[in-house]
């Protein structure tokens, strides 16, 4: 392993994978035609789950992927998948040093990760394993700011962002800027919504955000406290209220450009 992991990955999701794995939402149906008619997934793919996590996405990979392998860095969030998919088999790695043959993948997949790690070093590997013609697969879930009081938390994270990595900031694109690795082959979007009561999928949600699960408890509660406080205001829900969080997720297709 030579890569490091930042700060706020390192500590927040070592501490809170659990809830992670319990809060996330999962990824639109969509998803599924999305990875076999654009990333062309089938039974004789093997398809890597690049920065798994708890494994959030491997319900979408398992039923289009005749081997798959989750490749992810952090400890407890491996520990998480493992008990949750123990029939997939896993690497404990970093992307810029993939444990397998070159050119022996036929996909690699990376949800709400890719921001972590979006550097030449980490595409070059990437490149290497994959086969010739090798697809990249990149997926992102974002609160729809264009709802009022979704607007109101992201403005309320904003300032405690600092300098932790972030999909919205568009600084991963530049990883992609001058290389002769991949192409943009397309993107899509999807909207969906994760129901359930305010406190489980905004307040404890947000709470499992990088930077603020590495804070320390009495400050979490606090915010948790805030994020609960907005929703009310604007919507008038109490914490054990039902909700439904409204989710654009952001689906790019690279493909590897041949040696």
């Known amino acids: 392993m030579t890569q490091l992991l930042h700060p706020a990955a390192q500590h927040g999701f070592s501490a ?16 599924h035609a999305w990875l076999t008619e654009q990333l062309h997934l089938n039974a004789n793919s093997h398809v890597i789950d690049l920065a798994s996590g708890t ?17 992810e860095p952090v400890t407890e969030m491996l520990a998480q998948l493992k008990l949750a998919y123990p029939q997939v088999e896993t690497l404990q790695a970093f992307s ?16 709400q990760a890719f921001h972590w790690f979006a550097n030449i070093d980490s595409l070059k590997e990437i490149h290497r394993v994959l086969k010739p013609q090798g697809h990249l697969g ?8 264009q709802v009022d009081w979704v607007n109101a938390l992201a403005e309320r994270l904003s300032p405690l962002e600092g300098d932790t990595p972030r999909y919205h ?22 909207a969906q919504q994760q129901t359930g009561t305010v406190e489980q999928v905004v307040s404890k949600r947000l709470l499992s955000t990088s930077f603020i699960a590495a804070m320390p408890l009495e400050q979490q509660q606090e915010l948790k406290h805030q994020f609960e406080q907005i929703v009310q205001q604007y919507t008038g ?21 041949a040696e």
Do not use: C, M
């Open 55 to 71: 494994g959030k996405f491997l319900p979408y990979l398992i039923p289009h992927s005749g081997q798959l392998t989750a490749v």
């Open 96 to 111: 810029d040093h993939i444990p397998l043959p070159s050119q022996s993948i036929d996909a690699v997949l990376s949800a």
């Open 169 to 190: 900031s568009g600084l991963w694109q530049k990883a992609f800027e001058h290389q002769p690795l991949f192409q943009l082959k397309s993107l899509h979007q999807f």
């Open 138 to 145: 990149l997926v992102w879930n974002q609160r729809d700011t």
């Open 237 to 257: 829900k109490q914490p054990q209220d039902e909700i439904s969080f409204p989710y654009i997720t952001y689906a790019y297709h690279f493909q590897k450009i």
């Open 16 to 31: 809170a994978a659990e809830l992670y794995q319990q809060v996330r939402p999962s990824y639109p149906q969509e998803i």
